[in-house]
């Protein structure tokens, strides 16, 4: 039998609560009229609501569903889910990962950023909760109850750190997690989403279903990140036949039957000389893997677009 009380955070004050992997299971949770304190859920959830919250440090693991912020403000949270929408609420900011487009209502003051947390149990919780670590719109917010001359919400600085935010617990119980806020960790892939790109060259890769094709996609994020090159966009996604020769064209013989295997994962990588370092590091170090890369600074710009036009597409965006 499930107690509520076990998946309910009410009423504290200055308090640092959380759940540890394994505790919550995949069950609702339900945070409601806390005020000034740290809370962390170390584990994966169907849904989360978070009501009349002020002043909290928050950070949620996997949603399966949807996470619903109503009248909180002045909160600063680290979140992964499926959905996410706030009501009525003044001043969050928030580090997040979200497979669908964020929505926002009635709400002023709202910064994003992209999620960036490890622990070692995170990953099979992101499976846990059938979400992909590659699909994360953070920064492409939809404001339902915008205001003409004003905006409501913007990005967190660039250079914003996570543990400026929610810090680490402090409490005994929760340092038993072996937490990293470090970028270059973070499970999920930190990437620029919406904000100004600092080149007119961009480069497609896409890397076909098989073993390896998460460790081959990040394998590839860290040799490009580490040469100054910028993640634009991420996109895991089941592909047709006839997607295939939309977005491959000419190589399409070479590329459509191995969709059959499972869906791709896209990566947008910018810079200038972005296409000839991706073409040369796949060469190096994917020998043998068949990986689809722009063929030129010309080419790249017409494959992102049919790429992601595709994608948002078959995402419903």
Not at 5 to 22: A, I, Q
Not at 170 to 179: D, T
Not at 228 to 236: I, R, S, Y
Request: glycine residues 6%.
């Amino acid at each position: 039998q499930i107690d509520p009380k076990d998946y309910t955070f009410s009423g504290l004050k200055d308090e640092t609560v959380g759940r540890l992997p394994g505790k919550v299971a995949g069950q609702q949770f339900v945070i409601q009229d806390c005020e000034n304190c740290r809370i962390y859920i170390f584990d994966h959830s169907a849904t989360i609501t978070i009501d009349d919250c002020v002043n909290c440090q928050i950070f949620l693991g996997p949603i399966k569903g949807s996470v619903f912020f109503r009248d909180c403000k002045d909160c600063k949270c680290v979140v992964a889910c499926q959905q996410f929408r706030t009501r009525d609420c003044r001043k969050l900011e928030v580090f997040l990962c979200c497979a669908t487009q964020p929505i926002i209502e009635s709400s002023t003051g709202m910064k994003f950023g992209c999620f960036q947390y490890y622990y070692p149990e995170l990953a099979l919780q992101f499976k846990d909760a059938g979400l992909s670590i590659f699909n994360n719109t953070w920064s492409n917010i939809h404001d339902f109850t915008p205001v003409s001359g004003e905006n409501n919400w913007g990005l967190l600085p660039e250079t914003a750190v996570v543990q400026d935010y929610v810090p680490l617990p402090s409490s005994e119980e929760l340092k038993a997690v072996r937490i990293s806020t470090d970028a270059t960790k973070s499970i999920i892939p930190v990437t620029r989403g919406r904000r100004q790109k600092s080149s007119d060259e961009s480069c497609l890769v896409v890397f076909f279903a098989g073993d390896y094709t998460t460790a081959n996609a990040r394998k590839l994020i860290d040799e490009m990140t580490s040469k100054g090159f910028h993640l634009v966009q991420t996109k895991e996604v089941l592909m047709k036949a006839e997607d295939g020769h939309r977005v491959f064209q000419q190589c399409a013989s070479e590329f459509v039957p191995l969709l059959e295997k499972g869906p791709v994962v896209a990566l947008e990588f910018n810079g200038d000389g972005a296409v000839e370092q991706c073409q040369s590091t796949i060469k190096e170090v994917f020998s043998g893997t068949k990986v689809f890369v722009s063929e030129s600074k010309a080419s790249a710009s017409q494959d992102v677009d049919n790429f992601y036009n595709f994608a948002d597409m078959q995402m419903g965006m």
